[in-house]
C-alpha cells in the first residue's frame, strides 16, 4: 500500500458490499487504485451475486478470516451493527492496517469502538455523505461518491497519517473530504437529515390520523405533498437505530425546532400578519441562500 | 352561454391575469369554449403582455366596467384580496351571470362574500389545485389544469345550475372536479399544503438559527435537506395570508403535528426502539400507500 505517489490499496476487505460498501469498491476499482477486494456478509446470495457482478474478487461469510489480509478494512453494515462488528474484526487485522467506517452517526461508533483499539490497528472514523433508495450488491455504482461530501471524525487516537490516506481513498472516488470533530458532525447530521426525517415522519402520522375520523385526507394529497413526504418512506429500522444512535444532538434540534415551531404557532393564533411574514421571509432568504 | 349539450362561455371575465387566471384563458380558448375573454387587473404592462401573448382579447383596469358584459367572472387574484373585489364586481354584474374564485382558503371567502349576495348573481366558491413557482402572464399555459383536481365548495346560497356549469369548465380544462363542504376543503388543505408550508419554514428558521452559534451547518445540507425544504422558498406575503386566512383548521392540525411531535420526542429520550419503529413503521406505511 503506498500512502506516497500513486495512491493504491493491495488489499481491501469490505464488511457489508451493500449500496455503500459494492459501490467504494467499484470506484476504487475503476480508478485502478486497488489490488483485491474481499467482500464479507452474511448473506451468500448477496455475496454470490457481488462476485458475478464484478463488485469484490472474493467472498467469504467468516469475518475475522475475511480481514486478515486487508491493508484498509471498510465496515458499509447498518450504524448499529458497526460497534460490534469492529470488536471483533480488529484482533484480526494485521498490524499497520486501517480500519474506517461509513455509519452515518459518529459519536456513539467512536464511543463503542476506542476501548478496543490496541494501537497496531489505526480507525478512522467516516460518513460519506451519500445513497440512494435502493440497496443490496446490485445497487452499487461506481459513480455515487462523485461530487459528494464525505466527512472523516479522527479522534486523538487516530493517526494522522491514517487520516491521510482514509481522506486520499475517499478523494480517489471523486469525494470532497471535510474532516471534523465527532460532535459537530453528529449536530450537523442531526440539523439537516436526521430532524428533516423526523418531520416527515410526524407529518405523515398527524395527517394521517386525521384522516382516521375524517374522509381520506391523504387522497387529497397532491404532488407537493408527496416530494415533501418522500423521506418518511425510509427504511423504518434504519431509522430507529439512528434516532437511538444520535439521540442526544437530536434531541437538542428536535428541542430548537418546537421552540421555533410554539412561536409560529403563538403567531398564528393571535394573527399576527407582521411577525408571520418576518418569520416566513427570514426562512425564504435561508433557504434561497442554499440554492 | 349553453350549458346544455356543448360546453361554451360567450363572454369571460378573469380577474388577475397571472398563471392562474391566464391558465385558465389560454385551456378554454384551446378547447374552443370560450368567446371573449376580457383581462383585468391593476398593472398594465402584465395586461398588456396577456394582450400581445394571446391570453386574453381585450383588457382593463377598470374592475366593474370590465365584468359587466361577462357570463362567467373568476377571481383569481391573492386569496386575501378576493372579498372586497368580490363586493365590488357582483353589483356589476349582469343578472344570470356567475362569480367564481381560485383562493386556497374557502372559508374566510365565503363567509366575507355571502352577505353581499343578491340571488340575481350566483357565486360558485372554487380552488384548482395546481401551480408552479412562476407567477404572471407569462407563467400562463394551457395544460396547467389538466389531470389536477378542482375543489368546488357551494353552499345552500349556491344555485346547482351555477355549480354544474363551473364544474363543466373545469373538467373542460382537463381537472377532475370535487365537490365538497367550504370546512372539509380548509381542513384538507391545511393538512396537505398549509401545514407543510409551516414545517418547512419552522425547519430552515430553526437550522439556521443553530447555524448562528456553530459554523455554517447550511453549508453542509445535501440534497435531501434542499428538496425537503425547497417550499420554504415559497412567496412570505402569500403564506402570511394564507396562515391569517386558514387560521382556525391550521392551528388544529398543528395542535395535532404537535402532539405527535411530542410523542416521537419521548421515545426518542427513553430511548423506546420499538415505539421508534412502530412510529416510522407506520408512517411509511400510511405514506407509500400514497405513492
Known sequence: MSTQDRFFIDRLAI??????????????????CVGEVTGIGRGLPNLNLAL????VDKITRELEEGVQQADVVFLATPVMTIPDLARR?????????ILTDGGSVKGEIVERIEPYLSGEVAFVPGHPIAGTEKSGAAAAFPTLYRDR??????????????????????????SEVVV???????????????????????LVNAVGSYDHFEENILEYSAGGFRDFTRIASSDPAMWRDIALSNRQALLEMLERYENFLGELKRDIAAADGQK?????????TLRDAIL
Open 149 to 174: 461530501r464525505c466527512i472523516l471524525t479522527p479522534t486523538e487516537r487516530t493517526p494522522a497519517a491514517a487520516t491521510a490516506l482514509i481522506r486520499r481513498m475517499w478523494e480517489t472516488v471523486g
Open 15 to 32: 464488511v457489508g458490499v451493500g449500496l455503500i460498501g459494492g459501490s467504494l469498491a467499484l470506484a476504487l476499482k475503476e480508478a485502478g
Open 89 to 97: 474484526v480488529l484482533p484480526a487485522m494485521k498490524p499497520g492496517a
Open 276 to 284: 408571520l411574514f418576518e418569520f416566513f421571509l427570514n426562512s425564504k
Open 52 to 55: 458475478e457482478l464484478g463488485v
Open 180 to 202: 471534523m470533530d465527532v460532535d459537530k458532525h453528529d449536530r450537523i447530521l442531526a440539523a439537516i437529515s436526521h430532524l428533516p426525517h423526523m418531520i416527515a415522519y410526524t
